[in-house]
Structure formats: C-alpha cells, structure tokens
C-alpha cells in the first residue's frame, strides 16, 4: 500500500470515525447541565464542515449510512434523519463556492439557514409519521445550542486541517 | 498567515466537487422512498428485526459511551452537590419528618390488611417477575422519547413489559434483542397507556405528548365524580399487558379535552430501572389456589349455561 492510498484511507477512516461517533454520542446520556440542555446535532455540524473544506473525505455515502444507523437506534421509521444528513450534504455542496474563503461569521450564518431548512423538513416528516403536530421548541431549542457550538467546532477543524497542509507542505 | 492559507485551500478544493455527486441525489431519492414507506410498514417485521439487530449489536459499544460520560457526570453532580448541601440536609430532614408519618400510618394499614387476608384467606397468585438493568443509552432526539436497557431477551425481557424506577411507570418494551431491549417512555407521542384513576373510579388512555408531560383525552366512561389536580393515577392493567396499580402520577392540568398528567418518574437521568415481567394470571392456576371451588364456576362453558337457560 503506497503512501497516498495509505492517507485517503486514514482520512475517510477519520471522517467516519467522527461522523458516527457523534451519532453514537447523541444516544448516551449525557444530561448536560442536569439534562437542561440537550445534547447539539455535532453530526449535522461534521457534516457542513467535510462538505465545505475536504468533500472528498466525507462521500454521501457515509452521510446516508450514519442517518440510517441514527434512524435504527432511535427506534425509528427508517428515513428521516438519512434525508436530513443527505439535504445537509447537498446543501453545502451546492453553496460550496460562495462559502470559499468567507469569514466564520458569514460561514454560521450559512450553516444555520441550512440548518433551519433541513430541521424544518424533519419536524415536516416527523409529524406526517406521528399523524400529529409535533412541539417546535425543542427542536429550536438544540438547533441553538447546535448553532453556537458551530464556530468552535469551525476553529478547531480549520486549525487541524492547517496543521495538516503544513505538515503536508514540509 | 492561517486564514490566508486556508483560503488559498478551500479555493483549491473546489476542484474536488463542484456540485453534489449524482449518487447523492439518488440516495435522497432512496431516504424519501424509505420515509414514505414508513408511513404505511413502520412497524414491518423487516424493519423490526433490523432494529433488534443493530441494538444487539451497538449495546457493548454504547456501554463503553456510557460509561465515562456516567462517571463524569457522577463526578460534576458530587462537586454541585457540595454547594447546595444546607438546603438539601433541610429539605431531606423535612421529607423524613413526612416519611415518618406515612410510615405509622402504611405500618397500621399493613396490620389490618394482614388480619383482613386471614379472615378471607384470598389465594393472591404473584405473576409479577422484577429483572433489574441500565439505563445503557438514551434517544438524543426532540421528538422520539425512548430509553436502551442492558437487559433483553436472555434475561426474560418481552415485549410489552412495564419498566419502573423508584418512582412509577417510565414506560413499556418496544424492542427486545438478545441482550438489550428499548422502552418507549410514557412522554412520547406514540405511548399509549391504559390508566385507572383512583378517586373517581375511571379509566382512561395515558397518551403521551413529545414533552416532558403526559395527557388523558380518552376515558372509558363517565367519570363519578368532577376530576381534581393532584388525583392519583395508576395503571388500570386493561389489556393485561401491564400489571394494575402501578402509580404514574397525578392529575396536574384540567383542561378542555381532558387532563395533564405529572409523572411521578423523570424521563430524564434514570440509570438503574426494574422490567416487570408480568404475566397475565392464569385461570388454572386460580382454580388450583381455590381448591376447587372457582374450578366448578369455571367449568361452567358458556353454551352450558345458555343450554340451561333455555
């Protein structure tokens, strides 16, 4: 195995590795602050930020696959979370050439668009599936915690993705 | 120097992809078809065995999850725990006052009871089987409401058992693998529980609401008397999938289509919990308790005593 399939290797393995350990880590009880606040779609974040700065290293395929594994642990109807993660993949790839080089803020203000429209449509298919309306505030409720958690999650992977092309670079 | 060369990057990854792959469209595809199909099979057996199969097979690696993060957050709640110890010490000290009270009061109640039983000599069959298990994993989703226990069908878990912590009901079995089982609590939409409350003689369907309350809009009758907050409510065992009298709550809410419910079980931080392993009594067995006598009444067939009716 040469040099350069050995690195795609570990980045796909990575990326995955993060992917569906945040997707496991949205099922342990982590009862954060007492359980007053939920636990933020990092899944949804990991996502944008692959999509954005190395889409090669996440394929839709692992996207589909980690909203199949979400729907199956949680006991639910098979679909729903793998068309989010899905919408979440397509959307950043389709405004993946306006969000180059843009500052952080610019950049969060993208992903919450995104990520109200792709929260909206699961409220959407979740109350079409639960035949009734189902209650807003708690899906607003993490999709803030989720938003304000994007601009550290982007530090610390636009750091580590620097120290990489440095390193590759050296 | 890192946001110039990480500019320069992004600029440079835009030759990776510049639209969304064609595969991702179908796999969209593919996720709308399997959502829409689950409107109509979400219960399929396919579906179903999937389900029980990825618990099997995803229990040892969220009880390695859950482990630390227990541990951590067992160490954060000692360390809050110390600032709040006064006004805890106070309030466990006014609780143990009130506790002491019921406690002379359930201790005489025992003492009748057993004198009641020795008159009567009911034959009581126990059906009820307690299997303790963990709380291993829970559902991080705003609407879906469901607990993983570290128990399944090797330690006699079913389908359809109670689930209880210290405090009442948390909700029943909907899945049961081998070695783990999910509990759909009593706050999710799609629980349905028959419930009897006790001070006005009615029975009712417990429906749960995706928030953290539950809500009675169905009774099986009219009540006999008008409905009031803080009125007890238990299990009914309609059904007889569920044991009678476990409690659930109480009445919290009168509202126009019928009433809240308070829980007397969280949905939120239970760890240790017992299934209830609850087998509808058997009719022989009563006979065989009775000595015979319930066994002449139950001997009676239908069409015999119709064929004596007439």
Do not use: C
Request: aromatic residues 10%; hydrophobic residues 45%.
């Amino acid at each position: 195995m040469d040099d350069r399939h050995l690195a795609t290797t570990w980045t796909l393995g990575l990326s995955a590795l993060l992917l569906f350990g945040s997707v496991t880590l949205l099922s342990v009880p982590l009862n954060l602050f007492q359980g007053f606040l939920p636990t933020p779609y990092l899944p949804l974040v990991i996502i944008f930020l692959y999509g954005l700065d190395r889409p090669s290293s996440l394929p839709a395929g692992f996207s589909f696959a980690a909203g199949l594994y979400q729907d199956l642990l949680h006991g639910m109807a098979l679909g729903p979370w793998a068309t989010v993660y899905l919408l979440m993949h397509a959307s950043v790839l389709w405004q993946r050439s306006y969000f180059a080089g843009r500052d952080s803020v610019v950049l969060s203000t993208g992903f919450a668009i995104s990520l109200v429209s792709v929260l909206t449509l699961f409220w959407i298919e979740m109350s079409i599936l639960g035949s009734r309306t189902m209650p807003l505030w708690p899906l607003v409720y993490q999709g803030l915690i989720t938003v304000m958690v994007f601009p550290v999650a982007l530090f610390f992977f636009r750091r580590t993705i620097a120290k990489q092309a440095v390193a590759l670079a050296g | 120097m890192q946001s110039a060369l990480f500019s320069k990057l992004s600029r440079s990854g835009l030759r990776e992809a510049e639209r969304p792959p064609a595969n991702l469209l179908v796999m969209l595809g593919i996720s709308f078809f399997l959502t829409v199909a689950s409107i109509y099979g979400a219960q399929a057996s396919v579906f179903e065995k999937a389900r029980e199969t990825l618990l099997d097979r995803f229990a040892p690696v969220l009880n390695l999850f859950s482990g630390p993060v227990r541990f951590v957050g067992n160490q954060v709640g000692n360390v809050s725990d110390y600032f709040a110890v006064l006004d805890e010490n106070e309030r466990l000290r006014e609780e143990n006052e009130e506790l002491r009270i019921w406690m002379q009061q359930a201790m005489a109640l025992e003492q009748r009871l057993a004198e009641y039983e020795m008159l009567l000599d009911p034959k009581v069959v126990e059906t009820n089987r307690y299997i303790p298990a963990q709380v291993i994993a829970e559902n991080g989703g705003p609407f879906r409401r469901a607990l993983i226990l570290s128990a399944g069908r090797d330690a006699g878990v079913r389908q359809g058992n109670a689930v209880v912590d210290g405090a009442g009901l948390i909700g029943h079995v909907v899945t049961v693998g081998r070695q783990a089982s999910r509990v759909l609590l009593l706050t999710d939409a799609n629980s349905h529980i028959p419930v009897y409350i006790e001070a006005v003689d009615t029975e009712g369907l417990l429906s749960g609401t995706a928030e953290r309350r539950a809500e009675i809009q169905q009774f099986a009758g009219r009540p006999k008397a008008p409905l009031e907050v803080g009125m007890r409510v238990v299990t009914s065992g309609a059904g007889g999938s569920l044991p009678r009298g476990i409690p659930v709550g109480e009445v919290s809410k009168l509202t126009e289509k019928g009433v809240d419910v308070r829980l007397y079980a969280s949905d939120q931080g239970a760890y240790l919990v017992r299934v209830i392993d609850y087998a509808f009594p058997d009719p022989a067995q009563e006979i065989d308790a009775e000595g015979g006598e319930l066994g002449e009444r139950a001997s009676v067939q239908p069409g015999a005593q119709e064929a004596s009716d007439g």
